[in-house]
T-cell receptor, first 115, second 118 residues
Framework: AQKVTQAQTEISVVEKEDVTLDCVYETRDTTYYLFWYKQPPSGELVFLIRRNSFDEQNEISGRYSWNFQKSTSSFNFTITASQVVDSAVYFCALSEDSGNTPLVFGKGTRLSVIA | EAGVAQSPRYKIIEKRQSVAFWCNPISGHATLYWYQQILGQGPKLLIQFQNNGVVDDSQLPKDRFSAERLKGVDSTLKIQPAKLEDSAVYLC????????????????FGPGTRLTVL
C-alpha cells in the first residue's frame, strides 16, 4: 500500500528565513510520481511540482527547491527567504504508475511565516 | 483557461438530511476525481471517473454516498442521509486522460465545498 508521511505538523518561521518541509513515502511500485501542493487559506490546492521515480535530479525554481532521494524515500521541499505569502498548508502526495491515478496525500504541514 | 468549478462553496445541513455538490472540470479533461478532506488531514479519494465511467470507487461509502458523471463532463456527488462525520471539504479535481500528454498526471483542483453537518 502507498503511504506518505509528513512528520512536521506545524512550522513557524520569521520572514526571510529558509525552511524545509519533509516528506517520506512508501510504495511497492517501481514507477511512481511525487507531488507537492500548496493550500492557502482560501482552500484551493495549488500544484507546485511533479517528479517521476526515474528523475532524481533536484530542481530549483525561484525561491523553491526540491530534493528527491530514492535511497531514503524522501522528497523534501525548501523555501528560501520565506515570505508572509508562503503561509499555507503544504501537502506531499504520491501516485502510482502513469500519474493519472488518484493521489495519496500526507497529512500536510502548516507553515506560518511571521513578518 | 478556466479552472475547475464547484458549487456551492459552503453548505450547512442537519444530520439525516441530503446534500448534493456539483463539479465542472477543465474543458477537455477526461478524468475527474472527488476527494474528501477532513479538517487537519490530507484529501482522500472518494471516486475517480474517466469520461462517464467509474474507474475507482472502492473508498466511497456507497450506503450513503453516490456520484455520477453524465455525458463525461459535469459531475455531482450526493450524500443521503448525512452524518456528523461527513463534515469536511469536498474537493473536485480533473486531469488529462492521455498518459503521454504533456502534464499528464497533474491534477487541477477546484475551490472545494465546505460541508458542515449539525
Amino acid at each position: 500500500a502507498q503511504k506518505v508521511t509528513q512528520a512536521q505538523t506545524e512550522i513557524s518561521v520569521v520572514e526571510k528565513e529558509d525552511v524545509t518541509l519533509d516528506c517520506v513515502y512508501e510504495t511497492r511500485d517501481t514507477t511512481y510520481y511525487l507531488f507537492w501542493y500548496k493550500q492557502p487559506p482560501s482552500g484551493e490546492l495549488v500544484f507546485l511540482i511533479r517528479r517521476n521515480s526515474f528523475d532524481e535530479q533536484n530542481e530549483i525554481s525561484g525561491r523553491y527547491s526540491w530534493n528527491f532521494q530514492k535511497s531514503t524515500s524522501s522528497f523534501n521541499f525548501t523555501i528560501t527567504a520565506s515570505q508572509v505569502v508562503d503561509s499555507a498548508v503544504y501537502f506531499c502526495a504520491l501516485s502510482e504508475d502513469s500519474g493519472n491515478t488518484p493521489l495519496v496525500f500526507g497529512k500536510g504541514t502548516r507553515l506560518s511565516v511571521i513578518a | 483557461e478556466a479552472g475547475v468549478a464547484q458549487s456551492p462553496r459552503y453548505k450547512i445541513i442537519e444530520k439525516r438530511q441530503s446534500v448534493a455538490f456539483w463539479c465542472n472540470p477543465i474543458s477537455g479533461h477526461a478524468t475527474l476525481y472527488w476527494y474528501q478532506q477532513i479538517l487537519g488531514q490530507g484529501p482522500k479519494l472518494l471516486i475517480q471517473f474517466q469520461n462517464n465511467g467509474v474507474v475507482d470507487d472502492s473508498q466511497l461509502p456507497k450506503d450513503r454516498f453516490s456520484a455520477e458523471r453524465l455525458k463525461g463532463v459535469d459531475s455531482t456527488l450526493k450524500i443521503q442521509p448525512a452524518k456528523l462525520e461527513d463534515s469536511a471539504v469536498y474537493l473536485c479535481a480533473s486531469s488529462l486522460a492521455n498518459r503521454r500528454a504533456s502534464g499528464a498526471g497533474e491534477q487541477f483542483f477546484g475551490p472545494g465545498t465546505r460541508l458542515t453537518v449539525l
